[in-house]
């Protein structure tokens, strides 16, 4: 029997014709099981494949079904979100958006007039659809548990965290992203390695632990990552999940208005331009965590970026590159901190609340989000040695595939050669899953695709 996944991945339907497809048998799974069926839909997401969209769709059809339901998201900025997609999409659905006692959702989850705003989800009962977080879930006490849920961004929900929500509903729908970083924790998680009910493991790996019988969806085809970034990211992070552009080669172009002043971060961006990636890399040194010449590469890069008044040409249209298409990603606090302290010394716009501003946060907190261009400070640059938290495949996958149409990373010679001498030392646990590919293969792999858009920094 033939599987219809391969027919999504062959290449022999266009990039519509295969999401649409994905996305049918996905709802069919959802609002119409077989019977006999698993009580889960697990959809396996690669970066900007529509997530969210697949999520507002699938709301949509059960609610038109008839069918009351529950959405658990996991910071209350992604149910914000949700429930302002929702609410624009399907104006004729009730959503009840549940928060804490002491918070108040965004503005822009309140302006629609089919949203409802409670701290207590009796007041909430009879809408449509209720969405929170896990963690306001888990206090929610309901003599009657809801037929259908949907858990979104489920590969950041803690195992633990599905646990306590799981009493309020039937049947869900899982939907995430199996490259993005793992599901936080503040303590050790050691005495559980191995087993089966590890509370540290994601909701899905310990959802599909118990249910061998549920077989994920995948969505196969990027609308975000450009024809120049998809292979690269689905081979180096994806082995097993491939997907591909919504886009064809010269689909997306940026066109700098202002020529290059013969300098090399203007070079790195006008390789970036050209072929979507680019590598400005510094000489090698270690260096502390804020590595002054790094951070200023970094922000002298955005400057730049703005001041040459690109423009992008996407199968959107056309639109000037503005600070709040424009990105920079680091692996730590302090980084995106001395980053944001240099780009408002060279007079780039860093705060929302002033205007429309450039966005620089670490990969946690740019999960999920898309931009135009995007400029990374490698998580390796400058280091003496090579830790599992630098090497996490999800970090890199995160600040890699942000963006629509070119990636600018910085760095210090010499990560190759660092990979090469650090080896991993990490304990191996017997019942531990062996996370494929690991950092150390996929840092090679980005490496290698960058090392043919080098420019030099001197």
Known sequence: MTDPQDALDSGALSPGEAADRAVAGILDAVV????????????????????????VRAARELVGAGERLMIVAQTNSQVDDLVDRLASKAPDVSIGRLHASDSRPAPEALRHANVTAKDKVADLLELDVVISTAAKWQWVKAEQPWRQAIVDEAYQMRSDALLAVARLFER??????????????????DQWAGLSYDPSSSAVVTLLAH?????????????????????????????YTPFRSGTGPGERTLHPGVRSDGSAVDAAIDEAAGSGW????????????????AVAAVARTVQRLLER???????????????????????????????????????????????????????NRLQGREYDVTVVLHPLSGRPD?????????????????HRHACIVVARAGIAELLDEHPSTEPVQLGVAVKFPDGWEANHAVLARLSEHRVRLA
Request: hydrophobic share 45%; net charge positive.
């Open 386 to 402: 090579a830790t599992a938290f630098h090497l996490e495949t999800g970090r890199l996958c995160v600040l890699a595939s942000r």
């Open 211 to 239: 249910n061998p019988s549920i077989r994920p969806h995948r969505l196969p085809v990027s609308w975000r990552l450009p024809a120049s970034a998809a292979p690269l990211i689905s081979s180096a992070f994806y082995p």
């Open 172 to 189: 869900a729908l899982f939907v995430g992203d199996p490259g993005q970083l793992d599901p936080f924790t503040v303590v050790g998680t």
């Open 309 to 363: 008044e690109l423009t992008a040409v996407s199968e959107q249209g056309s639109a000037r590159l503005t600070a709040g298409r424009v990105a920079v990603g680091t692996a730590h606090r302090d980084q995106a901190a001395a980053v944001r302290a240099e780009l408002a010394r060279l007079g780039v716009p860093v705060d929302p609340a002033l205007g429309e501003a450039v966005t620089v946060d670490t990969a």
């Open 278 to 293: 680019a590598l400005l890399e510094l000489p090698a040194r270690h260096t502390v965590r804020t590595d002054a010449q």
């Open 32 to 55: 119409r099981p077989r019977p006999g069926a698993p009580r889960g839909v697990v959809v396996d997401s690669p970066p900007g494949a529509g997530k969210s969209t697949l999520v």
